[in-house]
């Protein structure tokens, strides 16, 4: 089957189209926490135990650049700083309780925002979405073959 010309801009119009809807659904938050904040608090979610520097690589910055985005979490009561109890030298950033729950209404919040758009279109459409959407998905965690592979990678 012959890919349409313009799928490319389609899927990148498509992708602006749900930023949107995402970032509406999070600027509509009364909260002060700005969107790197957000991201910070969804890493280290995301990955438990973290400590300032491992944050840092994470996000691309200089360690002393995430101590000061963890400063500001920690003054507004998201973030806490605990001694790692394996090594007391070593602090881990731990969300509070009030940072789970932020993270969970701004994800109610987004699921909300996607679903009203996705309400809005025929349920053989949003069955033909989903489909896609795995089929490139699936296709987006592919690698090149390996030299005498016969198969494509898969990445984690």
């Known amino acids: 089957m012959e890919r ?15 930023i949107g809807v995402l970032d509406s659904a999070t600027s509509r938050h009364t909260i002060g926490v700005s969107p790197t904040q957000l991201r910070v608090l969804s ?6 135990g973290t400590n300032v520097n491992r944050l ?11 101590s000061r985005l963890c400063d500001r979490l920690e003054a507004v009561g ?14 881990r950033l731990v969300p509070t309780g009030a940072a789970d729950t932020l993270l969970r209404d701004l994800q109610e919040r987004r699921h909300l925002a996607v679903q009203a758009v996705l309400d809005r279109m025929p349920n053989r459409v949003q069955h033909e979405l989903l489909l896609a959407l795995v089929a490139f998905s699936q296709a987006a965690t592919m690698t090149a073959p390996q030299a ?8 984690a």
């Open 43 to 48: 890493l280290i979610v995301s990955h438990p």
């Open 56 to 66: 840092a690589e994470l996000l691309d910055v200089v360690p002393s650049s995430a």
């Open 148 to 155: 005498g592979s016969d198969s494509p990678a898969r990445t």
């Open 4 to 18: 349409p010309p313009n799928l490319a801009a389609a899927i990148e119009s498509a992708a602006e189209a749900l």
């Open 78 to 91: 998201l973030l806490r700083r605990v001694a790692d109890p394996r090594d007391r030298r070593e602090v």
